[in-house]
T-cell receptor
Framework: SQQGEEDPQALSIQEGENATMNCSYKTSINNLQWYRQNSGRGLVHLILIRSNEREKHSGRLRVTLDTSKKSSSLLITASRAADTASYFCATDASHRGSTLGRLYFGRGTQLTVWP | DAGVIQSPRHEVTEMGQEVTLRCKPI?????LFWYRQTMMRGLELLIYFNNNVPIDDSGMPEDRFSAKMPNASFSTLKIQPSEPRDSAVYFC??????????FGDGTRLSIL
């Protein structure tokens, strides 16, 4: 399967702590994306990192990508109760240098931030 | 700007009935995706369209499932006949080519 796999499956922390989620994948990619899903809602795009990038920041989010290890991590700093959600990584399918359009989603990490 | 709009939000019906799920993508987006999400299998891509043309329907579980995109602003996913194992949340997403996908809030389908 080309799906990404998130680790851990569930993470429970206190407000103010940092949350780190990891993603591993199997095939060559053009980019890797992280999405968030609140309960009962659709997925919302958080950040995209291209295969030639190693680190990217957006507000309290920090994403790293290691293409040699086929892995990525999402760090949420100074977490808040409102960050409670499921987080998914998604990879595209690189085919002769061009994406085929579809994304492969992992099973997600359920993050719970306690006030 | 309106996001992806799905209807209905909830559907409860008896097995054997036809179910039609609807999606209005974001205006100007060329790609449209149908997903199914369950606890057991996670998020599965069923089918996606580029410029209204189906590109990959390998995720469609069986012939009971069909999807159409008659124009750039509307798509349907139909299940006929429906079965209890089709119960899931069905998401529609749209995007520009090679850009992040925008998801609707899904249709929660329960087949009794």
């Amino acid at each position: 399967s080309q799906q990404g796999e998130e680790d851990p499956q569930a993470l429970s922390i206190q407000e103010g702590e940092n949350a780190t989620m990891n993603c591993s994948y199997k095939t060559s990619i053009n980019n890797l994306q992280w999405y968030r899903q609140n309960s009962g809602r659709g997925l919302v795009h958080l950040i995209l990192i291209r295969s030639n990038e190693r680190e990217k920041h957006s507000g309290r989010l920090r994403v790293t990508l290691d293409t040699s290890k086929k892995s990525s991590s999402l760090l949420i700093t100074a977490s808040r109760a409102a960050d409670t959600a499921s987080y998914f990584c998604a990879t595209d399918a690189s085919h002769r240098g061009s994406t085929l359009g579809r994304l492969y989603f992992g099973r997600g990490t359920q993050l719970t931030v306690w006030p | 700007d309106a996001g992806v709009i799905q209807s209905p939000r909830h559907e409860v019906t008896e097995m054997g009935q036809e179910v039609t799920l609807r999606c209005k993508p974001i205006s100007g987006h060329n790609s449209l995706f149908w997903y199914r999400q369950t606890m057991m299998r996670g998020l599965e891509l069923l089918i996606y369209f580029n410029n209204n043309v189906p590109i990959d329907d390998s995720g469609m579980p069986e012939d009971r499932f069909s999807a159409k995109m008659p124009n750039a602003s509307f798509s349907t996913l139909k299940i006929q006949p429906s079965e209890p194992r089709d119960s899931a949340v069905y998401f529609c997403a749209s995007s520009d080519p090679n850009q992040p996908q925008h998801f609707g809030d899904g249709t929660r389908l329960s087949i009794l």
